[in-house]
Each structure stands twice: as structure tokens, then as C-alpha cells.
């Protein structure tokens, strides 16, 4: 899955703890880096050549906004951190084999969030544009041969004939 592989690319860019956002479960402990994938909509469907048994893949470009948010002591730089990481070039090839591509990065924002209406702890939020492409394959069938009949007219007269196309394959 998608999300999964954009985890680990982002885990791969840090030395933090790197968990889903909006999961039920214990809490991590301090600091740690939350990821929410919200995907936009995609590029139009593309269509490869159809191969020689009647099976096509079609694939469509998609453009991700993730949402990385990190919580306690040194989140802001965590994050500014995580940022420039994300665009050198180990995490790019990283990124190239995952299918990934991250084309933005936004400013890191430091807002704290207030936890038992009475203390506040260190947040720092990041959002970033990743491209990634999906892709399929159909079995479309493939027509052989095309059998025909043309008839011309040529000043009152009518010719007519046959024909056959067959694909070179």
C-alpha cells in the first residue's frame, strides 16, 4: 500500500519513531513523528502498447499532500531536519525505488498543542507533496484478423470484394 511505503520513505529520513497519524493504540514515547496521507485527485489514465496476449497496463499519475506532525522536545527541528533530508540524494534514490517522488516541502510550522487543558508540549508541522503512479493490468483481448467485404461504385457499376487483416504478431 501506498501509505505503507510512504512511512517507511519518511522513516528512512529520520531517526524518530514513525507511526500513522489517527491510530488507536498506547501512545509513543517522546519525541515522535505522525504521517496522514491525503491522496488529490489523479492525472488522466495512461495506456501502454498492448502486448502480444491481449493484456494492457494503463497507469495514472496521483499527487499526495502528507501531513507529518511531530510531537515533543526538538519537533521544530526534527522536522527542518526531515525536510532537507528528503531532498538529498540517498532519499531521492530511496524515493525513485519506492515509486516515489517528493516534489514540495512546505514550512515547518511550530505549534504546540495543549494537553489536559494545562500544559502545552512541543509540535512542529510539516506538509509535503509527494507524486506517486498506479498502475494496472487488463486482459482486452486482441483481434488477429479482420475479414471484410467493400463493394465501390464505379458509374453504375458495383465492384465488389474481400478482404482480410491479419496483425503482423
Same mark, same amino acid.
Given at each position: ?31 515522535? *513523528?505522525? =504521517?496522514?496521507? %491525503?491522496? +488529490?485527485?489523479?492525472? #488522466?489514465?495512461?495506456?501502454? $502498447? ?60 511550530? *505549534?504546540? =498543542?495543549?494537553? %489536559?487543558? +494545562?500544559?502545552?508540549? #512541543?509540535?512542529?508541522?510539516? $506538509? ?42
Amino acid at each position: 500500500m501506498i501509505e505503507d511505503e510512504i512511512r517507511a520513505l519518511i522513516a528512512k529520513a529520520t531517526t524518530l519513531q514513525v507511526i500513522f497519524a489517527n491510530q488507536n493504540g498506547p501512545r509513543p514515547k517522546l519525541p515522535y *513523528i505522525t =504521517v496522514r496521507v %491525503d491522496t +488529490a485527485p489523479r492525472a #488522466p489514465l495512461l495506456e501502454a $502498447d498492448l502486448s502480444d496476449d491481449g493484456n494492457q497496463t494503463y497507469a495514472a499519475h496521483r499527487d499526495a499532500t502528507v501531513e507529518l506532525q511531530c510531537f515533543g522536545d526538538g519537533s521544530f527541528d526534527a522536522l527542518d531536519d526531515l525536510s532537507q533530508r528528503l531532498k538529498g540524494p540517498y532519499m531521492v534514490a530511496a524515493g525513485y525505488a519506492a515509486n516515489i517522488a517528493v516534489y514540495a516541502t512546505d514550512s515547518v510550522q511550530n *505549534i504546540p =498543542v495543549l494537553r %489536559d487543558g +494545562a500544559k502545552y508540549e #512541543p509540535r512542529a508541522v510539516l $506538509d509535503i507533496g509527494i507524486r506517486y503512479t498506479k498502475q494496472h493490468d487488463e486482459e482486452v483481448g486482441l483481434i488477429k484478423t479482420v475479414q471484410g467485404e467493400m463493394t465501390l461504385q464505379d458509374h453504375g457499376t458495383d465492384l465488389v470484394d474481400t478482404f482480410d487483416a491479419t496483425s503482423a504478431t
